[in-house]
C-alpha cells in the first residue's frame, strides 16, 4: 500500500471524534472479551514450597503477659519498655517512635 509521506498526520484522538456513535459502540462491543482478570495474588498463595510442610511446627518460645515496666502505645499497639516512653496524655502512651 502506497503511503503519502507528504500528508498530515492524524492522531488516534481525531479519528475517534469524527467516529459515529454506531461506529464506537460496535468497537467497544469488539474489543471486550469474555477473559475474566485474574488477581495474580490471589494465584501465588496456591504455590506450595517444597520443604515447606510447617503443619506439625510448634512455638519455641513462651509468651508472657506485659510486665510492670512495660507499656503498650496507643498508635502503634506494641509493647515497649519504660525507658521507650515518650509522653504520655490522660493515660494514652505514646513511643519514641510514634511520637
Known amino acids: 500500500m502506497a503511503t503519502d509521506y507528504d500528508a498530515p498526520r492524524r492522531s488516534e484522538a481525531d479519528e475517534l471524534a469524527e467516529d459515529s456513535l454506531e461506529e464506537l ?8 472479551s469474555g477473559v475474566v482478570d485474574v488477581d495474580e495474588d490471589a494465584t501465588a498463595e496456591n504455590f506450595e514450597l517444597p520443604g515447606a510442610d510447617l503443619s506439625g511446627e510448634e512455638l519455641t518460645f513462651k509468651v508472657l503477659p506485659k510486665q510492670a515496666d512495660e507499656f503498650t502505645c496507643s498508635k502503634c499497639f506494641l509493647v515497649h519498655h519504660r525507658s521507650r516512653l515518650a509522653e504520655e496524655h490522660n493515660g494514652q502512651y505514646v513511643c519514641r517512635d510514634c511520637a
Open 25 to 32: 459502540k460496535a468497537r467497544r462491543n469488539e474489543t471486550q
